[in-house]
């Protein structure tokens, strides 16, 4: 209790709003966990020598600023803006301070995206050109609202078999963007959300940002763990649950059409919505996937379909699409546009003429190709290197693994990271993706994407140095 | 008091969550306007037959949930989401329904944005390919947090004579994003903020998404009043202060050197922060207006100074930049990796190798010599057929002038709106730039961006009958 004395000013400034102010540095500063329990109102108005109004408004101050939750009959809880933030904050400094030079010396298994290598940046060159020469200044003026028609409307016949119509689609800059602008449209300071455990952090960042309440459910082979999730929809009101339907990341589990079509009737029956993070469906390697979005299957409106086509084409275009349900469209539109009123348009329509094409089809096949075989390579090799210091599931698609570490070894995936840093090679700890610090810290993921056949040899063998030598 | 009335359910929900969501459904149905005055605690549990508490914790709740405001020794007053918002929906669609080649037909006063016509597309074709040639796929992937390295120089060396250093610079994808992350980072729930009377509609609706507390300044000549600005700053806490410095928009005013500094040796004193945005200050046609930011004049990094390439060069390239006090750098540039990662590499390329060649200064050049002369017919123009019906200020830049209707003409600018609309000319009322409806009613922005000197004189015409019809 020590941590919550303080020396009250003796100016203007009520007290409770001292109290308040002196516990919101106490979590800022991790002096007070995420998630830990406030003392009682009693207690605390003890120790300070306050009436319990004070406590009681300073609790309410700090709910109202998101840093605390009450939780009905329990008392209440801490709430943190951004957890894991060091060790967060060191491993993007970490790659940041990477030159491409310096990266490329590197077995470098964070990527998260298809590799540039593979890029066809000639034929991409000569779309660009020809949209110029088409719309000329018309190609970089704002679009409609929703994003170019002719990318609409190819999404809509090239994706969706023209099951869609032209104005279900909106245009978003990547999928992060879709993420973010649903956030802003849909969810409030201290609404509750569901989101898998562990899940993409990039998400997990953007509801923290709005101070929701964030609910975490295991996954499962399959998708999440529906008892767990059933428990939290009979007891919170839950708005949004958030998922990544194929090759979820970092787990690269897929969801069963069993699994899609409970959690589309739980979604009806507790009144919540999906938000379908599409980011990685293209690769799906093992035959007996099938595709099939929620959003597909979705007969009661109830998804928020987002599709990121930087992952797998480049990232550096920064396209996506969204398909709300109907009562949130005018929401999330005017979300989109107060983030930044719209999509560059000469990259939409670049993009809308390459599907057109048929350059999209022949690049995503080829890419398949590709992946597929280095896939199966990188499977091979860490049974054969790593086999009896990790487990895994194969996740059939995608383009990582997510291995956890054998409880026979000491070491954990942080100390992992650094000391396979000084060796030479790069991957990102399981502790980034969950909502609490020291969670997921027997799991790491290793990306793919960017490293050749040859270097993941290296790569692994030195991993498997390194979970050896402890 | 009548609406305040509900029929409590007979369920396990709390009545004060009953009567909380019963005032939201109000607030959200117009039946409550925004900053109306919520019954007293006492009045409210008489009417319902509950005891205060239940009326405190209802009260409690709508103010966690951003619909509610306490202000001290006052009372409770409401807080709405969007305001006007019936007829900014039915100013945006309006726009959004008139295909290009129908609104060529119209005289079309709403542009903000340079005329596509002059953009140099060949100039920047032969740029683009320039970069591909040179970058092949690196062109299209992720750049570094801040933005493209080069694009980064070059707005230094540019722009700041390379008196910042290029960590300075965060490339944003165009001014509404740096608006929209820099409230991300800095804004949260019931947090204070200043802005102009009138000011920029996406700029409030961002301000209003975050849940802020906005008060308003109102614009006079050369900048706010500043009398008013240090009563709001005397009494509240104060975070931001949201400006426009130079042809604010709406009104086209310019802030005067003093006023700078006032604000600047304020913003200090009474530690607050400006975000300056610097939206067109290249089209400045008047003489004895000085280019110098807020910026520029800020030696205790007080400034967040957000700078758009979209008004001047063109609206499809959506690319700003942002330059932020050291203090909130981490925090803003996180912010930007959660709205969308990145922005369009290729763009950023491009733009930088266009304003390396120096084609950047002389399409400013030929843009200021074009505008400057509308700007002057149309300035003729008004003062020609609008004179007894209009006052106004000229702005001596930028691409609009703001007009007054006088108070003889019985029509307000909605009515006129709709008036033109029907006879073929567009244009802006002021309620669009206000927080409350019903306040700027009797101003309307007139952009000539869009508008040839035969049309200015017919829309004129049309705008001239319409104000005497009445």
Redesign the interface.
Known sequence: MDKYNLNFKLDEVPKYIQISKHIKKLIDSDFIEDGEKLPSIRKLSDLLGVNNDTIINAY?RL????YAVQKVGSGTYAKRKEISRNFK?DY?DTL?KLS?SILNQYVDFTGE?AS??F?P?ST??MV??EV?DRD??????????LGYEGLRNNINKYFWNNKLSTEDVLIV??A??GI?IVS?ALL???DNIIVEKPTYS?AL??FK?R?TNIYEVPMLQDGIDLNQFEKILKKNKIKCFYLMSYFQNPTGMTYSLSKKKEILDMAEYYDFYIIEDDYLSELIYDENIEYKSFKAMDDSDRVIYIKSF?KIF?????IGYLIAPVKFR?SIQ??K???????????QRALSLYIEKGFWREHITSLKDIYANRYKYMEDKIMQILCDKVCFNSPGGGLNFYLQIDSSSKVNSIDLFYKCKESGVLLTPGVLFHKYPKEGEEYFRLGFSQVSNEKIEKGLNIINNMLKSE
């Open positions: 309410k709910q109202v600023e998101g904050k993007s940041k491409p995206t540039s290598e890029f940046v991409f060159k660009i050109n110029l000329g200044a018309e190609a970089l003026t704002y679009q409609e609202l800059s990547g992060q963007q973010d802003k409030n300071v201290n990039g960042s953007v940002g101070r930087s480049l990232p550096g275009i920064r005018e005017n979300s546009v107060n983030s930044d009123i719209s999509t560059s348009s000469l990259m």
